[in-house]
């Protein structure tokens, strides 16, 4: 349901773009640029989230078995309030030292060489940056404990954030 919704809203904001005239004429992303994104984003979507969020899990299935699905039937709404809070805190941080230390500076950087934004400039970091990233590991963590509906929902809520944050959109003016 997530993969699905993810693609819809990047399809929808996408077509937003489109018809705004974003990739028109005057448009200033090159030939490479699309490859870039195209290649950042689907590596993220086809490798490495479905690589990392199976492994995770795994890893604390081993680790805790004792914890598996402890939190299985929380109050749905405070548990996803409490995963996209993870996820965020986690989020924030990690963006914030990859401005800060060399090493995962280089693995960020592809992201502020667009010239212009686009739906698809929030996936533009290089393969590691996202092998790195906390809150991906996070999201296996928390169905481990059993927050399954919560994980579904919050992929899609923060989707909607990452989308709206990097799209050349005006909805915030």
């Known amino acids: 349901l997530d993969v699905y919704a993810v693609f819809s809203i990047l399809i929808i904001f996408g077509l937003i773009e489109v018809l705004g005239g974003l990739y028109g004429k005057n448009s200033k992303r090159s030939k490479n640029d699309w490859y870039v994104e195209l290649l950042s984003t689907f590596q993220l979507f086809v490798f490495i989230k479905p690589i990392i969020f199976p492994l995770s899990a795994l890893i604390f299935v081993k680790l805790l078995p004792e914890h598996r699905n402890s939190f299985l039937g929380s109050t749905l709404w405070v548990s996803t309030l409490f995963v996209l809070i993870g996820d965020d805190f986690l989020q924030y941080w990690y963006h914030r030292k990859a401005h800060k230390w060399d090493w995962l500076w280089k693995l960020h950087r592809p992201h502020h060489t667009a010239k ?17 990233m906390p809150n991906i ?35 915030d003016k």
């Open 116 to 132: 212009e934004m686009g739906v698809l400039v929030s996936y533009r970091n290089a393969f590691l940056y996202y092998v790195f």
């Open 137 to 171: 590991w996070l999201l296996g963590f928390v169905t481990h404990l059993g927050f399954y509906n919560e994980v579904i929902i919050s992929i899609i809520i923060k989707q909607v954030v990452v989308a709206s944050a990097h799209s050349e959109l005006k909805w």
